[in-house]
């Protein structure tokens, strides 16, 4: 009778063991899941200048790519709004709001640049 009580403390704290460990996953689970849905509200909760703010870094990088292109002027404009789409997209921000703005920005750009090289 001896062995069986043995054995049967021996699974039990194993079964325990299981349970302490499932119970330890699922709080790191759902602790991520609750970091990466505040990251989601952050982001959509951004006010509009901090979202123009990371478009126009955005444009920037994406107009120094399209300047290194053999495009023409047209292209490298639609290179530039595709790639800031992009990454629009990837972040979860919808540029369509943003769109009239960016294109003013990249012409405004464009031409500060065309003085500056005379």
Same mark, same amino acid.
């Given at each position: 009778?001896?062995?069986?009580?043995?054995?049967?403390?021996?699974?039990?704290? @194993?079964?325990?063991?299981?349970?302490? @460990?499932?119970?330890?996953? +699922? #709080?790191? #689970? +759902?602790? !991520?899941?609750? !970091?990466?849905?505040?990251?989601?509200?952050?982001?959509?909760?951004? /006010?509009?200048? *901090?979202?123009?703010?990371?478009?126009?870094?955005?444009?920037?990088?994406?107009? /120094? *790519?399209? *300047?290194? &292109?053999?495009? &023409? #002027? *047209?292209?490298?404009? $639609?290179?530039? +709004?595709?790639?800031?789409?992009? #990454?629009? /997209?990837?972040?979860?921000?919808?540029?369509?709001?943003?769109?009239?703005?960016?294109? &003013?920005? +990249?012409? =405004?750009?464009?031409?500060?640049?065309? =003085?500056? $090289? $005379?």
């Amino acid at each position: 009778m001896h062995l069986f009580t043995v054995d049967w403390l021996t699974t039990a704290q @194993g079964v325990l063991s299981l349970i302490t @460990g499932l119970v330890g996953l +699922i #709080g790191t #689970g +759902i602790g !991520a899941f609750f !970091a990466i849905k505040n990251f989601i509200v952050a982001t959509k909760t951004k /006010k509009a200048s *901090e979202i123009w703010n990371m478009i126009m870094s955005m444009a920037d990088a994406a107009m /120094k *790519e399209a *300047e290194a &292109s053999l495009k &023409s #002027g *047209e292209d490298k404009k $639609k290179m530039v +709004i595709d790639a800031v789409d992009a #990454g629009c /997209k990837a972040a979860g921000i919808d540029l369509s709001a943003f769109l009239n703005q960016l294109n &003013s920005y +990249i012409d =405004q750009t464009i031409s500060f640049v065309n =003085q500056m $090289k $005379k």
